[in-house]
């Protein structure tokens, strides 16, 4: 656990060049990616929905995001009058540049386990095949995540407009309540793999599927995370921060050319980012099996093929989920997805002192199954009472 | 040892986002002004391989209280610059001044009268880098400091429960209320 051994031996130019290297791969792979992750998405949705989709720009319409870019490029770039005229031109860069950011974490390849730690070589340099492990990791992403509320909850406010301004607050207090079943979900695994470096926890599920922590943390976390993560992306069914139907366009009702292109381009660059710490944290990352020759080829495809699993799975939630009232949102959040985080937070966590101390098992699941029932049962009272408190006042009103 | 660059850079950071906080007319101006003074801070803990506490300061401070701030703000609608003439206790702005000047003037006699300005001690988790950072982090804070982080997570709870309390009106002020509102 040394991190990248790339900078083992102090730095010099070489290494200064494959830095940068990985840096523009990885800014390229992103931008590419997600120019494709848009058609993509519109494909998909047209054929769910019976529809042709884009079929116009190049083959199978595949340049259109392309083109749709051009456009974007060369349209007039308006401002409101009652806009905060420094931080209206802010906010659209936040939103950019956090969701690039959080994407450097993310080991898109090299093979793990069998004394190989996922190195590869590039230029008889031995180094990760992620553009940085920092030792924090994955708290990273859980920093990246918070930035990127400033970059919608700013562009609501600086529009100086109604529908942006609702759109946004909505939008922050969605995150804020996301974001504590999210990070919890990601300290399970955190527990399981005993280290933050997104590097070290594809290393601990190395070895077969079953050391996947998708498995072997039961699955609870990983559909806690799937939701969290899908409300935290305003993705559908969680994406009453632009509800059309109501709230126009939401924080980026006012925005033109290309400061709504850099939203755009954020908002898809955080799907397929989210995809990938899916894959990271979950699912083994770039594990698979390597069939002949180029050890390094086979991780990064395997990588590849489940992040578009991940994309497959946003866009079907698009097309056949419908949007959740706010309450509705509020209440699964807080009422069902905490709760339910922190309770299997508690339990893997007495899974592994046991493990680790040798516990005797009756008592220790003895006294885990007491909590879980006191839990609960004061889970329970405590909705009841709201509900009823809840109820008076309408009754009142 | 820190880099002198990394550091007068974080530094000028610093001093200019806490500048701005107090200077800004806009409460929001103000508020993104903080988040620049704390990101200026994540960095110069980044520069002394305290990673751990950067993560946290940018995560909580940044991410969730001056988010929470910021909601405030908005939600409230104080957005406009404020009638600094309107002052609600007249000994306050005397107090303040008298307080910012004392401890201005405590923390530059600590700092001239300082002869090492590197003291060379370290911290209680010692020394220590990369995962093993965090590790000690979390071993010295629920073992020989558990009574006070537990003390302090139970001071959260009872704030979380008193804002809760406070902010339920009790039913009697309520009706009383929506009367009033009513007659209007």
């Not at chain 1, 992403?141 to 562009?155: E, F, N, P, Q, R």
Request: proline share 4%; charged share 15%; with cysteine.
């Amino acid at each position: 656990m040394n991190g990248d051994p790339l900078y083992l031996d102090g730095v010099d130019l070489g290494d200064l060049g494959v830095m940068a290297l990985k840096v523009v791969i990885a800014f390229v792979f992103l931008l590419v990616a997600t120019m494709f992750m848009v058609w993509f998405e519109r494909k998909l949705i047209s054929d769910m929905q019976n529809r042709i989709g884009p079929n116009v720009a190049g083959p199978w319409g595949l340049l259109q995001t392309f083109a749709d870019g051009v456009k974007f490029f060369f349209k007039e770039d308006l401002r409101p009058e009652n806009a905060d005229p420094l931080v209206f031109r802010l906010a659209p860069y936040i939103s950019a540049v956090t969701a690039f950011l959080s994407f450097a974490v993310v080991p898109i390849g090299g093979s793990f386990g069998d004394g190989s730690s996922g190195t590869v070589t590039i230029f008889g340099r031995e180094t990760f095949l992620q553009v940085a492990d920092p030792p924090i990791g994955i708290l990273l992403l859980l920093a990246m995540s918070s930035i990127a509320v400033y970059g919608v909850m700013l562009a609501g406010w600086a529009s100086g407009s109604k529908y942006p301004l609702i759109g946004s607050v909505r939008a922050s207090a969605q995150a804020i309540s996301y974001e504590a079943a999210l990070g919890m979900a990601t300290v399970v695994v955190v527990v399981l793999a005993g280290t933050l470096s997104t590097h070290g926890i594809v290393e601990a599920q190395a070895g077969g599927i079953t050391r996947w922590f998708v498995v072997s943390s039961g699955i609870v976390p990983f559909i806690v995370f799937l939701i969290a993560a899908t409300a935290e992306l305003n993705r559908p069914p969680f994406d009453l921060v632009e509800a059309e139907q109501e709230l126009v366009g939401g924080f980026h009702t006012e925005y033109s050319s290309i400061r709504f292109a850099l939203f755009f381009l954020a908002e898809f660059m955080n799907v397929i980012t989210m995809s990938a710490i899916m894959v990271t944290l979950f699912f083994g990352g770039p594990a698979g099996p390597i069939f002949f020759g180029m050890t390094w080829f086979w991780p990064t495809i395997w990588f590849l093929l489940k992040v578009l699993a991940f994309l497959f799975v946003f866009v079907w939630f698009r097309a056949t989920l419908p949007r959740l009232r706010y309450d509705q949102l509020m209440h699964l959040g807080w009422k069902v997805l905490i709760p339910l985080i922190l309770f299997w937070l508690m339990f893997i966590s007495l899974k592994e002192l046991r493990a680790a101390y040798d516990w005797n098992w009756v008592a220790t699941y003895g006294a885990a199954l007491i909590a879980l029932l006191a839990g609960t049962a004061l889970l329970v009272a405590g909705l009841r009472a709201g509900d009823r408190a809840y109820e008076d006042e309408m009754e009142d009103v | 040892m820190v880099d002198p660059i990394v550091f007068f850079i974080a530094s000028a950071i610093c001093l200019t986002g806490a500048f701005g906080v107090i200077l800004a007319r806009n409460p929001v101006h103000s508020a993104l002004m903080l988040v620049m003074t704390l990101f200026g801070i994540a960095v110069q803990f980044v520069a002394q391989e305290a990673h751990f506490l950067a993560a946290v300061q940018v995560i909580v401070y940044a991410g969730a209280i001056v988010v929470l701030f910021l909601f405030v703000i908005m939600l409230l609608g104080v957005d406009k610059a404020q009638n600094l003439e309107l002052s609600i206790l007249p000994v306050q702005r005397w107090a303040a001044l008298t307080f910012g000047a004392g401890s201005l003037a405590v923390l530059t006699a600590f700092i001239v009268n300082v002869r090492e300005p590197v003291t060379g001690a370290e911290s209680v988790g010692g020394i220590a880098t990369g995962s093993e950072n965090v590790r000690l982090l979390a071993r010295s804070l629920f073992s020989d400091y558990v009574y006070a982080f537990e003390l302090t997570s139970l001071l959260l709870v009872i704030a979380v429960i008193g804002a809760v309390v406070l902010a339920r009106k009790p039913k009697d002020t309520e009706m009383v209320s929506s009367d009033s509102e009513r007659s209007i």
